[in-house]
Nanobody, 119 residues
Framework: QVQLVESGGGLVQPGGSLRLSCAAS????????IDWYRQVPGKQRVLVAP???????NYADSVKGRFTISRDNANNTVHLQMNSLKPEDTAVYYC?????????????WGQGTQVTVSS
């Protein structure tokens, strides 16, 4: 089993910053396999910070240059630093881990943390 617990959400003014954290525990192979999604009511979850590919992270265009993912291996924690926040960044943010075996694909999600960008 894998457990993911997000924290760090809240209310922030436009232009402000927040740092989200995702603490991972259980049978997780690598925190480099954790990515970040966000979801607004009535819409599908959108991947904003995927796992690295070729040594780099291909952020969603909407957050590129403003969001940065980092990993703390010692504490099995993944962070999402969000700068220059905009009202359209308002969403519930989820960290996510998945892996595949011969039995199929397994997805794990945290409980989500609300980010509200408003003046």
């Amino acid at each position: 089993q894998v457990q993911l617990v997000e924290s760090g959400g809240g209310l922030v003014q436009p232009g402000g910053s927040l740092r989200l954290s995702c603490a991972a525990s259980g049978s997780i192979a690598s925190i480099y396999a954790i990515d970040w999604y966000r979801q607004v009511p009535g819409k599908q979850r959108v991947l904003v910070a995927p796992i690295p590919s070729g040594g780099s992270t291909n952020y969603a265009d909407s957050v590129k240059g403003r969001f940065t993912i980092s990993r703390d291996n010692a504490n099995n924690t993944v962070h999402l630093q969000m700068n220059s926040l905009k009202p359209e960044d308002t969403a519930v943010y989820y960290c996510h881990y998945w892996y595949t075996t011969w039995r199929g694909r397994y997805d794990y999600w945290g409980q989500g943390t609300q980010v509200t960008v408003s003046s």
